[in-house]
């Protein structure tokens, strides 16, 4: 299994666009989670889905943000307009059950918003 | 309000040594615990975890400790290894729940 798939890597834009980041989950997973990660705050959760159907976004930071899960292999979060302190590495992860405790991540896209 | 607190940010650990990785938590719901290590430039991958109705659990050289009065969790490595050296998260969620709440990351460096 290749794992979590992030894209892409790293994205450097400047404040005020748009900018999306992909998920493809790990096939058979029905959970999937979007983190980020920031010296202040180290790694926090910004929304997760169950059966493709967002159960939690009160991670959310603004309404900037947003989350889609169009189908079982595929999630993007997007942020319009970035800004400047958006910038952090995003993770995203899957999981399978309710019970499942493991999540498995991805390599995380790093964000640079100039 | 941080409901998994890990309070120190960086441990420095010689090599063949204990390293002690601590992590508390606030909500009494938690029942289960997971630790998760990170390299640079790559995701986080689940390390060993635990649950309420243990006190230890044990792999390898990583054993994880758990005290359910005082709300508090250790990660145990003996003896370290330069290789373990990362960013270690502590986690936690009710079992019932995919959420899993993460503390900010202690960083261990093993000295060779």
């Known amino acids: 299994d290749a794992g979590v798939i992030q894209s892409p890597r790293h994205e450097v834009t400047e404040m005020g666009q748009e900018v999306t980041l992909r998920c493809k989950p790990i096939?058979?997973?029905?959970?999937l989670f979007w983190y980020r990660q920031t010296m202040m705050r180290g790694l926090e959760l910004l929304i997760y889905?169950?059966?493709?159907?967002?159960?939690?976004d009160s991670g959310m930071p603004e309404d900037r943000f947003s989350a889609k899960m169009p189908n079982a292999s595929f999630s993007t979060l997007k942020i319009q307009p970035s800004e400047p302190r958006d910038s952090a590495v995003y993770f995203c992860?899957?999981?399978?059950?309710?019970?499942?405790?493991?999540?498995?991540f991805g390599p995380g896209t790093r964000l640079t918003v100039l | 309000d941080q409901q998994v607190k890990q309070n120190s940010p960086s441990l420095s650990v010689q090599e063949g040594r204990i390293s002690i990785l601590n992590c508390d938590y606030t909500?009494?719901?938690?029942?289960?615990f997971l630790w998760y290590k990170k390299y640079p430039a790559e995701g986080p991958t689940f390390l060993i975890s635990?649950?309420?109705?243990?006190d230890k659990n044990e792999d390898g050289r990583f054993t994880v400790f758990l005290n359910k009065s005082a709300k508090h969790l250790s990660l145990h490595i003996v003896p370290s290894q330069p290789g373990d050296s990362a960013v270690y998260f502590c986690?936690?969620?009710?079992?019932?729940?995919?959420?899993?709440?993460f503390g900010p990351g202690t960083s261990l460096s093993v000295i060779p």
């Open positions: 986690a936690a969620k009710e079992t019932s729940y995919d959420k899993v709440i």
């Open positions: 889905f169950n059966n493709n159907v967002p159960i939690d």
């Open positions: 992860a899957s999981s399978w059950g309710t019970t499942a405790n493991t999540q498995y």
């Open positions: 909500n009494s719901m938690f029942d289960y």
């Open positions: 096939s058979g997973h029905n959970s």
């Open positions: 635990i649950s309420s109705i243990k």
